[in-house]
DNA sequence: TTGCTCCTCACGTCACGTGAGGTGGC
DNA sequence: TTGCTCCTCACGTCACGTGAGGTGGC
């Protein structure tokens, strides 16, 4: 199916940024034009509106733009099964921790593991709507 | 047992941190002097040395000074249990989006699961050497 | 003509410290 | 005296944009 292109207004409208910003991660490489007009208007593949989506809730997460641009550079780097293996074993360890009596401050420890369920969920996003490369 | 407490020269020390950024997380409310010299030197638990290597951690990991001090100062929010139950139905999910053929930008996704772990290690770390109130 | 876009340079803002500098205790 | 600490105000730095302004396409 093919869609039809965007233009920079169009694409900052639609993900609900400034022209500026998609301007910015533009000349960052976090998103890339698919195309040039004659005049050479950048013209960005709608998909680019959700790669911003993800972008945002990612920075929200305290994940910073030079680690996207990093994580999107090497697209294949780091073994999955391997990190959902080690995810098990957090799991069980905290499992195991929620039984003892020793937790007597759980105000870190609700915060950081909080934090961890919403990268999870922004993961779980991304691997729902596989991006265009960059 | 009573441990000798520490100035602030000696904490930075042993923290290996600056002065100076003993006295601004003190500032923060971060941490605490247990007590004053005569002299009104601050005197500290030398159990701020972990917690100043815990709050290092966190904010490595991209979560803000602010967030962790409203942290502190909510010793209890949140339903640790409900919390567990969150992370493992993740996991499932996780698994689930593995063996299917979906996935073909790992890019974020490993950045993201990778975060997420290491912040559940932080919060084991917390859990396994609870820190005393602000 | 109007509104959009390109590109670049410089400025703004916020988090997170860091330096300075005068002070008093050790 | 020397080195440490207190406290405050201002400055520095880095990430993340944002504004301006002259340009050309639509």
């Known amino acids: 199916m093919i869609q039809a292109l965007l233009k920079i207004g169009e694409v900052a409208a639609r993900a609900g940024v400034s022209v500026r910003t998609v301007d910015y991660y533009t000349g960052l490489g976090l998103i890339s034009p698919a195309a040039r ?9 709608p998909a680019v ?14 994940v910073g733009l030079d680690t996207i641009t990093t994580a999107l550079a ?3 780097h780091g ?8 995810l098990d074993q957090d799991l069980r ?7 003892t009596a020793a937790v007597d401050d759980f105000g870190l ?6 934090r961890a369920h919403n990268l999870i969920a922004a993961a779980l996003d991304i691997a729902a709507s596989p991006l265009p490369g960059p």
């Open 109 to 114: 420890l609700v915060t950081a593991i909080t």
């Open 74 to 76: 090497n697209p294949h």
């Open 37 to 45: 007009s004659d005049g050479s208007f950048r013209l960005y593949d």
């Open 93 to 99: 360890t905290l499992k195991a921790t929620a039984d």
């Open 49 to 62: 509106i959700e790669r911003i989506a993800t972008i945002r809730q990612l920075e929200s997460l305290g």
């Open 79 to 86: 073994d999955f099964a391997a990190l959902i293996g080690r």
